[in-house]
């Protein structure tokens, strides 16, 4: 596997590989889908732009196969204050799912965070997400008991029930 840091020239890739396991019918090749209650993009390549220029020491992190081969994976990071990193948008190929890429970028992570003085990774799931929630305290992290509000607008999608919101999960490093 070959791991890079997204370039603006990769955007568009990862927006479609964060689209098609998040969201519509090609998510429900995957276990990771939320086309039950959300519907709409996910993400795109402007809101990634965007959030890139918001916070210039983020990083997405991508794996392929080979070099120019279909992207596989990718997930954000960012510092998030003190020692903690923030651990995002962890996207794995619907039908490469149950291939270990997901654990497998999880460590990267924590080896990149690790490296520039993190000491904690945090990350937000849906509060609805149990089979989500169980796979990451599977990997170390646990449920701090903050939530945050669910961004209702279509910046994540169009939202299908009105309940939703994030709870806040947590991993020493």
Same mark, same amino acid.
């Given at each position: 596997?070959?791991?890079?840091?997204?370039?603006?020239?990769?955007?568009?890739?990862?927006?479609?590989?964060?689209?098609?396991?998040?969201?519509?019918?090609?998510?429900?090749?995957?276990?990771?889908?939320?086309?039950?209650?959300?519907?709409?993009?996910?993400?795109?390549?402007?809101?990634?732009?965007?959030?890139?220029?918001?916070?210039?020491?983020?990083?997405?992190?991508?794996?392929?196969?080979? #070099?120019?081969?279909?992207?596989?994976?990718?997930?954000?990071?960012? =510092?998030?204050? !003190? *020692?903690?990193?923030?651990?995002? $948008?962890?996207?794995?190929?619907?039908?490469?799912?149950?291939?270990?890429?997901?654990?497998?970028?999880?460590?990267?992570?924590?080896?990149?965070?690790?490296?520039?003085?993190?000491?904690?990774?945090?990350m937000t799931v849906v509060h609805i997400r149990d089979t989500l929630i169980a796979w990451y305290e599977r990997r170390g992290f646990h449920l701090t008991g903050? #939530?945050?509000?669910?961004?209702?607008?279509?910046?994540?999608?169009? =939202?299908?029930? !009105? *309940?939703?919101?994030?709870?806040? $999960?947590?991993?020493?490093?």
């Open positions: 596997m070959l791991l890079h840091a997204a370039t603006d020239a990769d955007l568009e890739a990862v927006a479609d590989l964060v689209n098609s396991a998040y969201r519509g019918e090609s998510s429900r090749a995957g276990w990771t889908t939320e086309a039950d209650y959300l519907t709409g993009q996910r993400t795109d390549a402007d809101a990634l732009r965007r959030d890139r220029a918001a916070s210039p020491e983020a990083a997405i992190l991508t794996l392929r196969e080979v #070099e120019d081969g279909p992207l596989l994976a990718s997930v954000w990071v960012e =510092p998030a204050g !003190g *020692d903690v990193w923030y651990l995002g $948008m962890l996207t794995v190929r619907p039908d490469l799912q149950t291939a270990g890429l997901g654990r497998a970028l999880i460590d990267i992570v924590e080896s990149y965070a690790r490296a520039r003085g993190g000491k904690r990774l945090k903050a #939530e945050e509000p669910f961004p209702h607008g279509e910046e994540f999608g169009i =939202p299908l029930r !009105g *309940d939703l919101k994030f709870v806040v $999960m947590e991993k020493s490093l």
